[in-house]
């Protein structure tokens, strides 16, 4: 009876817990649609603001959007093209799909049956099918999961779209294209979308010559031990070319360890790293095939000595692996030395118009992205720009300059923003609206040598120290 009981208790608080989360959803859904009705008021503003501008040219019709994008983001330390894009979503959700905002605001779907809705529906540009597709969608959504109203989203929408598959197949080909995702431990993420079939074509390519590798590894495996010698060791004949992942267990005999994902990924940016394209426009010597690929790597020399274990960056965006620094810089044309004030980690510092390249370098290696709030663009594909401008009376000097991106340094002075440069690199920025916000130089992590050697080891050379390069 007892056992009953307990069991009949916790029925009941398992439904007291699910009708609380299911409160607690609801009032988050209609905070969230409520905030989305706030993003699309901000566009909308935005779009007055443009209106305005009957005569303007286009470059300066995109400044309002670009300039209220800009305020959002810094108030919500975010990207401001991140921002852009989620004011455009927005706008489109309140006043193209209506009835979806309005059953998200009432708790009866959440933001991911909302966005399923609204980016399958996207396409259908008269306001009748659209509408009799909200309405369709809609009823299912509010009895499913996201994931099964895609499915049924697409046959709806398949249905009451005029353009046929190879026109809009056409269209969605205009945008193609390859983006990098930084990961963690120094790894990051090529992503690419481009036509199926040649997504899947290179796929299967990469697959059948990770296969035939496999297939080679196996048969010096078989090589290997018909041939061992009398005494248990194999003899040296056979072999398999490996690279990244081999062990070798013999001279001259290589067997592979690598998976098939290792080898599909190790052959894909050895030949995107080295192979040439197919077709070459450009009739340049030596062709496409000749160009390289360029990365700019910060190395603390502790780390090239082997006394510490990590501090080397890539374009300031993330961690490159000690090794790989190592073989970076074993190969590399040349450096470009970066001193650091060895308590504070600062960049210690490097009169004409134009900064010379000793001032750039300073500048990169202190900035190391666009100084904007929120930008992450490498400070190597940036403008350096002048704090107080040259032709006012400001100096081509590092605590006047900076580095910003093209579309940043085009919209600080389209739209009205301030900057006031304080010491050690920080900048105070004044928005439009009157707000204001800092924006300090990245911080540095300093890497300490390792003090855990062994009695008889031999000590660390000491760094030697030489006079600024400029």
């Known amino acids: 009876m007892a056992i009953d009981q307990q069991g009949g208790a916790d029925r009941v608080r398992t439904r007291e817990l699910v009708a609380e989360i299911a409160a607690f959803d609801a009032a988050e859904a209609r905070i969230q649609a409520e905030r989305e009705r706030l993003y699309a008021d901000a566009y909308a503003l935005a779009q007055e603001q443009t209106a305005r501008l009957r005569d303007a040219s286009t470059r300066e019709r995109e400044v309002p959007l670009r300039a209220m994008a800009a305020e959002l983001a810094v108030a919500k330390r975010v990207s401001d093209r991140t921002m852009q894009t989620r004011l455009f979503e927005a706008h489109r959700t309140v006043t193209q799909f209506p009835a979806a905002w309005e059953s998200w605001q009432a708790g009866r779907v959440s933001r991911a049956h909302v966005k399923v809705i609204v980016d399958t529906g996207a396409e259908l540009a008269d306001p009748g099918a659209r509408e009799s597709y909200e309405r369709d969608v809609l009823d299912y959504a509010e009895t499913t999961s996201p994931a099964r109203v895609r499915s049924y989203a697409e046959q709806v929408a398949e249905n009451l779209n005029p353009k046929s598959m190879q026109e809009r197949h056409d269209d969605a080909v205009l945008d193609r294209r ?266 540095r992590v300093m890497f300490m040598p390792d003090l855990d050697s062994k009695p008889g080891d031999a000590d660390p050379p000491e760094p030697e120290v030489c006079p600024a390069p400029f």
């Open 178 to 443: 390859i983006w990098v995702e930084d990961l963690r431990d120094g790894m990051s993420m090529l992503g690419t979308i481009g036509p199926s079939v040649e997504v899947h074509g290179v796929y299967d390519r990469l697959t059948r010559q990770g296969k035939t590798i496999k297939a080679a590894d196996r048969a010096a495996r078989r090589n290997t031990t018909e041939t061992r010698t009398g005494d248990g060791a194999p003899s040296e004949v056979g072999g398999a070319y490996v690279g990244t992942g081999g062990t070798e267990v013999a001279p001259g005999v290589w067997f592979d360890e690598r998976t098939l994902d290792q080898i599909r990924t190790d052959l894909l940016l050895d030949m995107m790293l080295t192979a040439s394209p197919s077709v070459d426009p450009t009739g340049v010597e030596g062709g496409l095939g000749a160009i390289r690929g360029h990365v700019q790597v910060t190395v603390p020399a502790t780390t090239l000595a082997g006394t510490t274990l990590g501090g080397a960056q890539l374009n300031g965006k993330c961690a490159v692996d000690p090794e790989t620094a190592k073989i970076l810089a074993g190969n590399a044309p040349g450096f470009d030395r970066v001193f650091l004030d060895p308590i504070t980690g600062v960049v210690l510092a490097v009169d004409r118009r134009f900064a010379t390249p000793a001032q750039k370098r300073y500048l990169v290696a202190r900035d190391i992205r666009c100084r904007f709030p929120g930008c992450r663009r490498p400070a190597t594909e940036c403008d350096i720009d002048h704090r107080e401008d040259w032709a006012l009376g400001g100096k081509t000097d590092i605590e006047n300059m900076g580095a910003f991106c093209e579309s940043h340094h085009a919209l600080k002075q389209a739209a009205g923003w301030t900057v006031v440069q304080m010491p050690g690199g920080r900048l105070h920025f004044t928005a439009p609206s009157g707000l204001e916000y800092d924006d300090d130089p990245p911080p």
